[in-house]
T-cell receptor
Framework: EPEVTQTPSHQVTQMGQEVILRCVPI?????FYWYRQILGQKVEFLVS????????KSEIFDDQFSVERPDGSNFTLKIRSTKLEDSAMYFC?????????????FGPGTRLTVT | AQKVTQAQTEISVVEKEDVTLDCVYE???????LFWYKQPPSGELVFLIR??????QNEISGRYSWNFQKSTSSFNFTITASQVVDSAVYFC????????????FGAGTTVTVRA
């Protein structure tokens, strides 16, 4: 069964460093998402991406964040200068179409720890 | 404003007891979708069910059942004859047409099933 994969599973970085979280969505999917979950809290939407551009982003997704689909298979989230409060689990998701009845498939997540 | 409210933070039951998780949502859309996800201790998000706003039929899947009532904007989830493996955080989520169908999650309910 096709699945969304994410690498690395755990990333530890120092404050101020740049990190890139990688995701490989399901191959025929067209819509891609990043969500964040701070430890013990709810899952929060960060950004959605379609047709090589951001379709929507939340207040959390400020200028420190960027997304890219560099090669037609990977979907990356870059945090330019990490802060302690960026420590969280980051989930990538993809869906075949932009419609709620097309389920968003989640990857296993990348746990980012900023020290 | 909270779009999805899960009023129960934690529920603890003994194995074989039934447990019902409440979910109340808020939306102005006539077309929307409701979801339940399970997050076991390993951290991944496991899709359980999707329901669209036009289908108020209740659903049963094994020991899981869902009660969707538009009149009260609720989408409650019941685990019958709970088992230790049901211990997890359960998230209710809403997906709305005017929001590009991004998922808005509730705060989650932690279910602990004791042997």
């Amino acid at each position: 069964e096709p699945e969304v994969t994410q690498t690395p599973s755990h990333q530890v970085t120092q404050m101020g460093q740049e990190v890139i979280l990688r995701c490989v969505p399901i191959s025929n999917h067209l819509y891609f998402y990043w969500y964040r979950q701070i430890l013990g809290q709810k899952v929060e939407f960060l950004v959605s991406f379609y047709n090589n551009e951001i379709s929507e982003k939340s207040e959390i997704f400020d200028d420190q964040f960027s997304v890219e689909r560099p090669d037609g298979s990977n979907f990356t989230l870059k945090i330019r200068s990490t802060k302690l409060e960026d420590s969280a689990m980051y989930f990538c998701a993809s869906s075949a179409r932009l419609a709620g009845h097309y389920e968003q498939y989640f990857g296993p997540g990348t746990r980012l720890t900023v020290t | 404003a909270q779009k999805v409210t899960q009023a129960q933070t934690e529920i603890s039951v003994v194995e074989k007891e039934d447990v019902t998780l409440d979910c109340v949502y808020e939306t102005r859309d006539t077309t929307y979708y409701l979801f339940w996800y399970k997050q076991p201790p390993s951290g991944e998000l496991v899709f359980l069910i999707r329901r669209n706003s036009f289908d108020e039929q209740n659903e049963i899947s094994g020991r899981y059942s869902w009660n969707f009532q538009k009149s009260t904007s609720s989408f409650n989830f019941t685990i019958t004859a709970s088992q230790v493996v049901d211990s997890a955080v359960y998230f209710c989520a809403l997906s709305e047409a005017h929001n590009d169908y991004k998922l808005s999650f509730g705060a989650g309910t932690t279910v602990t099933v004791r042997a």
